[in-house]
T-cell receptor, first 115, second 109 residues
Framework: EAGVAQSPRYKIIEKRQSVAFWCNPISGHATLYWYQQILGQGPKLLIQFQNNGVVDDSQLPKDRFSAERLKGVDSTLKIQPAKLEDSAVYLC?????????????FGEGSRLTVL | AQRVTQPEKLLSVFKGAPVELKCNYS??????LFWYVQYSRQRLQLLLRHISRESIKGFTADLNKGETSFHLKKPFAQEEDSAMYYC???????????FGSGTRLLVRP
């Protein structure tokens, strides 16, 4: 079974530039999550989709971050403009059904460095 | 508000010694608790969940609602247990999974 795919794995940009991350969840997984993991901290949920609808985006900095999940499959997370404090690993995860057992399957992450 | 606290950033033990990774939570309802693990150069993955009451790779964790804790234990640590361990909570009113800051377990030979 193919896992959660993310790209790019690494990205270096200057502040005020924009960046986009892509995620392809495990086939059939209705729920998709984007987490931000800053060095030395645990993953912080940015946004959660159920199919193509947003379930929770309470911690997404909406003035600069946006995410979409068209057709309920792939998802894109965008940052525009980036700030130094956005340097982090962006983790995508998916689950079959959030109400069942709570197991999330994570991708390898996209490491962003903002200079 | 949901909150997970892992007080230790690093726990270093010798091979064969017992291990206890601490996790405390704050939640007013009925939580579901999980332990996730990230081995070097691997993805974050589920280790165990409290509702299953299972033992995975020799690890167990018991939910103590009185002390609001979900400590991870193993009687005899192995070198391959070296990894980052994250405690996570999901409340009964939301499917949001909240993670603690993690504890790095280092098992020395």
């Amino acid at each position: 079974e193919a896992g959660v795919a993310q790209s790019p794995r690494y990205k270096i940009i200057e502040k005020r530039q924009s960046v986009a991350f892509w995620c392809n969840p495990i086939s059939g997984h209705a729920t998709l999550y984007w987490y931000q993991q800053i060095l030395g901290q645990g993953p912080k949920l940015l946004i959660q989709f159920q199919n193509n609808g947003v379930v929770d985006d309470s911690q997404l900095p909406k003035d600069r971050f946006s995410a979409e999940r068209l057709k309920g499959v792939d998802s894109t997370l965008k940052i525009q403009p980036a700030k130094l404090e956005d340097s982090a690993v962006y983790l995508c995860a998916s689950s079959l059904n959030p109400g069942v057992a709570g197991e999330l399957f994570f991708g390898e992450g996209s490491r962003l460095t903002v200079l | 508000a949901q909150r997970v606290t892992q007080p230790e950033k690093l726990l270093s033990v010798f091979k064969g010694a017992p291990v206890e990774l601490k996790c405390n939570y704050s939640y007013s309802g009925s939580p579901e608790l999980f332990w996730y693990v990230q081995y070097s150069r691997q993805r974050l993955q589920l280790l165990l969940r409290h509702i299953s009451r299972e033992s995975i790779k020799g690890f167990t964790a018991d939910l103590n609602k009185g002390e609001t804790s979900f400590h991870l234990k193993k009687p005899f640590a192995q070198e391959e247990d070296s990894a980052m361990y994250y405690c996570a909570l999901r409340g009964d009113s939301s499917y949001k999974l909240i993670f603690g800051s993690g504890t790095r377990l280092l098992v020395r030979p």
